[in-house]
T-cell receptor, first 113, second 113 residues
Framework: ETGVTQSPTHLIKTRGQQVTLRCSSQ?????VSWYQQALGQGPQFIFQ???????GRGNFPPRFSGLQFPNYSSELNVNALELDDSALYLC????????????FGQGTRLTVV | GENVEQHPSTLSVQEGDSAVIKCTYS??????FPWYKQELGKGPQLIID?????GEKKDQRIAVTLNKTAKHFSLHITETQPEDSAVYFC????????????FGTGTQLKVEL
């Protein structure tokens, strides 16, 4: 177990709705990254938060947004859901500085119908 | 941006045999290369990593090699066991990237009895 927890584990939403996913980082880690993993693919970097500020973003539209809280937990928000947003959303926590281990949670399986 | 290619996409070995998974990367600025194991319904689990100042690293039955000149790195699993069956992902991080990992497409490893 990594100590990174995500909620909920599964979620079904309707196209056009909004969703919020949550992540609690591992103790001692101040950086949270979010990834989207489509079925049969590797995780794709969405964005990263460090000390409550966005610290880099992948190739995802603005309807994907996030927050990090003073306790380093984080939220991923997705507006105007599309069918292609159906995926496993992964949160990874790490210590800032790069080249350090990133530990993943078990993910949230989002299905958009 | 960074691009990581991974081969093979599926690999079937007999228990006790060795398994090798290979990855290539495009950005010469990458200097951190972790490997993750993902079991069905779970998040990726870090199994070994290597930094660019090291050519090889070993941890029990698992080893990783890195050739910076050729921009490729490999995962070697010896004495495979049924519990090694999973999807394996390689990843690369650019210097100063702060754990913004670019993943390969994954290798489904099946260890047969």
């Amino acid at each position: 177990e990594t100590g990174v927890t995500q909620s909920p584990t599964h979620l079904i939403k309707t196209r056009g709705q909004q969703v919020t996913l949550r992540c609690s980082s591992q103790s001692g880690h101040n950086t949270v990254s979010w990834y989207q993993q489509a079925l049969g693919q590797g995780p794709q970097f969405i964005f990263q938060y460090y000390r409550e500020e966005e610290n880099g973003r992948g190739n995802f539209p603005p309807r994907f947004s996030g927050l990090q809280f003073p306790n380093y937990s984080s939220e991923l928000n997705v507006n105007a859901l599309e069918l292609d947003d159906s995926a496993l959303y992964l949160c990874a926590s790490s210590s800032k500085g790069g080249n350090t281990e990133a530990f993943f949670g078990q993910g949230t399986r989002l299905t958009v119908v | 941006g960074e691009n990581v290619e991974q081969h093979p996409s599926t690999l079937s070995v007999q228990e006790g045999d060795s398994a090798v998974i290979k990855c290539t990367y495009s950005d010469s600025a990458s200097n951190y290369f972790p490997w993750y194991k993902q079991e069905l319904g779970k998040g990726p689990q870090l199994i070994i990593d290597i930094r660019s100042n090291v050519g090889e690293k070993k941890d029990q039955r698992i080893a990783v090699t890195l050739n910076k000149t050729a921009k490729h790195f490999s995962l070697h699993i010896t004495e495979t066991q049924p519990e090694d069956s999973a999807v394996y992902f390689c990843a690369a991080e650019v210097t100063g990237g702060g754990n913004k990992l670019t993943f390969g497409t994954g290798t489904q490893l099946k260890v047969e009895l």
